[in-house]
């Protein structure tokens, strides 16, 4: 032992220095600068899941896997949004400043231009008796530029898809701007 530390016979005070550095698998930034691309979804995942946490249709939310989330999955009570479901579920994945991403001539075209937030995202509701859609920011051969809506009312059925756009220049902002479209589609729907 020394000192109030702890170190096996076998760790030298290297070794101790070599994991606490800022590129081990604990830290957020790495020697070049950059930061962990796993991180950063993490990190955006659990401020979303603290948001929808707070939305009064989310009956429970979860980070999945819970050591490092890559989605979140949270159950709703479809009867907040007037439908007439018994349950329903939302899935949130996050993918910050993705590579390959469009290159950055095309983040001046309607690729980007729909959305501050440069992610690839999906905010994705579903009733386990049909209706499934959602708002995807992600290359979808079915729709020009990145940030679409798409529906479709029976698993058997196909997708329509429909460009959208969205203003909200922050994470959170983005989730509730969503989830006010979200609840409109819905009420729509009917």
């Known amino acids: 032992m020394t000192g109030d530390r702890d170190v096996s016979k076998n760790q030298s005070d290297t070794d101790i220095h070599r994991r606490a550095s800022p590129d081990s698998s604990r830290g ?16 955006i995942l659990r401020e979303l899941r603290g ?6 249709a989310v ?16 159950t709703l009570d479809p009867s907040w949004f007037g439908r007439p479901a018994e349950t329903a579920s939302l899935r949130v994945t996050w993918i910050p400043d993705p590579l390959p991403g469009p290159e950055a001539a095309d983040r001046t075209n309607d690729t980007w231009m729909r959305t501050p937030i440069q992610a690839y995202y999906t905010i994705h509701y579903s009733e386990t008796d049909g209706l499934d859609c959602g708002f995807h920011c992600e290359p979808n051969p079915h729709v020009d530029g990145l940030l679409h809506y ?4 029976d698993a058997d059925d196909t997708y329509t898809y429909e460009p959208v756009s969205f203003g909200a220049r922050s994470v959170s902002g983005l989730l509730w701007e969503v989830m006010d479209a979200l609840a409109d589609r819905l009420d729509d729907s009917e």
């Open 150 to 153: 798409q529906e479709r009312d």
């Open 59 to 74: 009956r429970s939310i979860e980070g999945e896997p819970p050591d490092e989330y890559r989605e979140l999955r949270a």
């Open 28 to 43: 957020r930034v790495r020697f070049d600068g950059g930061s962990d691309p796993g991180r950063d979804r993490h990190r």
């Open 51 to 56: 948001e929808l946490a707070r939305h009064p």
